[in-house]
């Protein structure tokens, strides 16, 4: 990977992708689309099956190193080779179909994720707003619209590679583990308490981001941003009288 780091930064890398990737918010609320507890855990079991098909991917990249004529840029490496080989447009079309399609179907589930968390649980619940359904729809798709434009002026002006930019995006998304941790094992649960951490993980993974310099032993900033998450939700949680994994909670703990 071009800019590779130190050894550890790729540990530690590994570690916040995996906790990350349970987090996204487009993949965990499938979950309460479930028929049942039973499918969810049908589910669990089965996913890891899905590394089969990154095995092809690996062989690509193999593939791509051992290339005679490298691409100018490593992202390219598919259709680089893909347009070398001589192939029948057709193929090359159906190869760049498959790769649209995949990003497409990303895109849109991240998408409209984000614009329905901003509008139903930012706007609606936390800032306590009324909206009809018509109007909560119409926020949602004007979001999307102006999620869309946003990203693609980040694809436009982007100068990084893709790899960082997906693993700097498992930072500030891990921040949300905490909270999903202590809601799932926890009897009662402190909102402040979670809602500061939460905060304070996300400006910490920035922070880090934007000064690399700060980040002692050279690790992962997500992973700083997990430890600062965790201080001030036990620190708060602590501080008004409410123990995260107890089953019961001070006179003052507020949910």
Not at 85 to 104: E, K, Q, R, S
Not at 143 to 148: F, G, K, R, S
Request: hydrophobic letters at 50%; a positive charge; charged letters at 15%.
């Amino acid at each position: 990977m071009p800019g590779a780091k130190t050894g550890q930064w790729f540990v530690t890398s590994g570690l916040i992708s995996m906790v990350g990737f349970t987090c996204w918010p487009h993949l965990f609320m499938k979950a309460f689309s479930a028929r049942d507890d039973r499918t969810l855990r049908r589910t669990v079991v089965f996913y890891p099956t899905f590394m089969v098909f990154l095995v092809p991917i690996f062989l690509i990249g193999f593939a791509g190193v051992l290339f005679p004529t490298p691409p100018p840029n490593p992202e390219q490496i598919l259709p680089h080779i893909l347009m070398s080989l001589d192939l029948p447009a057709l193929v090359v079309g159906l190869f760049c179909a498959g790769a649209l399609a995949a990003g497409m179907s990303t895109g849109d589930a991240i998408a409209h994720a984000s614009a329905s968390i901003l509008v139903r649980d930012g706007w609606i619940t936390a800032l306590g707003r009324k909206l009809s359904s018509t109007a909560e729809r119409r926020a949602v798709r004007i979001l999307i619209v102006v999620l869309l434009a946003a990203s693609y002026a980040l694809a436009v002006t982007y100068e990084g590679d893709l790899v960082r930019l997906l693993l700097y995006a498992y930072g500030p998304v891990a921040q949300f583990f905490p909270g999903l941790l202590i809601s799932l094992l926890g009897r009662r649960r402190d909102g402040i308490a979670v809602h500061a951490g939460l905060i304070c993980g996300v400006v910490t993974c920035v922070l880090l981001k934007f000064e690399p310099g700060w980040s002692p032993w050279g690790v992962h900033e997500g992973l700083w941003g997990l430890a600062v998450n965790v201080t001030v939700v036990l620190a708060l949680s602590l501080a008004r009288g409410w123990r995260p994994f107890s089953s019961s909670a001070g006179s003052n703990a507020r949910a």
